[in-house]
């Protein structure tokens, strides 16, 4: 297939696509600061812990699924152990492997951020589509990604 060149369509809509992104995410760090709630990227680590088995993940796992380099999660750990919303195990069957674990505590900050973050997802994303535009869109996107699973 011959590679096709960038019209000014797909630019606009490229950066329409990140424009949204980022406006809507930035709304919704705003509604959980305004209820004093931390920031969205803790959302992320507690929300893969709590689905996991044993609401525990080898940080490696977990630095895959939340997207972040190892350093940066490592960080992001530090804050949620510290407000003792996870904790970090050794691995009884590999000395260099370490588990991040949901605490209770860590379990119901995760549902006090759902509340807020799944209030903006409706009011700066889902009230804002019909059902045949959301359609549509999740049909372009899961093309784009390549795949037909689900994501949160």
Same mark, same amino acid.
């Given at each position: 297939?011959?590679?096709?060149? *960038?019209?000014?369509?797909? %630019? ?50 977990? #630095?895959?699924?939340? *997207? ?7 960080? *992001?750990?530090?804050?949620? !152990?510290? %407000? ?15 588990? #991040?674990?949901?605490? !209770? ?9 759902? #509340? ?24 372009? *996107? ?5 795949? %037909?699973?689900?994501?949160?």
């Amino acid at each position: 297939m011959a590679k096709q060149r *960038l019209d000014e369509m797909r %630019n606009s809509t490229w950066r329409l696509f990140l424009s949204a992104q980022i406006q809507v995410v930035e709304k919704i760090q705003d509604k959980l600061s305004a209820a004093d709630l931390p920031p969205l990227e803790w959302y992320d680590v507690l929300w893969e812990l709590k689905e996991a088995p044993d609401r525990r993940l080898r940080l490696s796992e977990l #630095a895959e699924r939340v *997207l972040l380099s190892r350093s940066n999660l490592t960080r *992001l750990l530090d804050r949620l !152990e510290k %407000n003792a919303l996870l904790q970090r195990q050794s691995c009884p069957s590999d000395r260099r492997g370490t588990f #991040a674990v949901l605490t !209770e505590a860590g379990a119901a900050m995760q549902e006090k951020m759902w #509340a807020i973050y799944s209030e903006g997802i409706a009011e700066y994303f889902g009230e804002r589509l019909s059902d045949e535009e959301v359609k549509v869109m999740q049909q372009a *996107l899961k093309k784009i990604l390549g795949e %037909n699973s689900t994501h949160r």
